[in-house]
Nanobody
Framework: QVQLVESGGGLVQPGGSLRLSCAAS????????MTWYRQAPGKERELVAR????????NYADSVKGRFTISRDNAKNTVSLQMNSLNPDDTAVYYC?????????????WGQGTQVTVSS
């Protein structure tokens, strides 16, 4: 049974930091690129950051470059998103997702999401 379980969301003040984690099981984690997406109320889902299977490539949305860092641990089947200098525009539900390279079609697996709220 494939599972992607996100954790680490919550309420944080502007300028603060959060670290999201996603624990994967039920598939060969190291064979999949991993992506964090987010969706804010009334907005379309957007790609936040993607990391390749062996961590030799990382891509970020322009809106988070320099503030967010994606990483993975293939030994522990986890992917993380370190989020710094958070602002209210980062408020969204954050989803962890897996796709098999070259990731040209729909993603293969999705987590249930974790809420991140940035507010004073």
């Amino acid at each position: 049974q494939v599972q992607l379980v996100e954790s680490g969301g919550g309420l944080v003040q502007p300028g603060g930091s959060l670290r999201l984690s996603c624990a994967a099981s039920g598939f060969i984690f190291s064979s999949y690129a991993m992506t964090w997406y987010r969706q804010a109320p009334g907005k379309e889902r957007e790609l936040v950051a993607r990391i390749s299977t062996r961590d030799n490539s990382r891509n970020y949305a322009d809106s988070v470059k320099g503030r967010f860092t994606i990483s993975r641990d293939n030994a522990k089947n986890t992917v993380s998103l370190q989020m710094n200098s958070l602002n209210p525009d980062d408020t969204a539900v954050y989803y962890c997702s897996a796709c098999h390279p070259p990731c040209n079609g729909p993603n293969d697996f999705w987590g249930q999401g974790t809420q991140v709220t940035v507010s004073s």
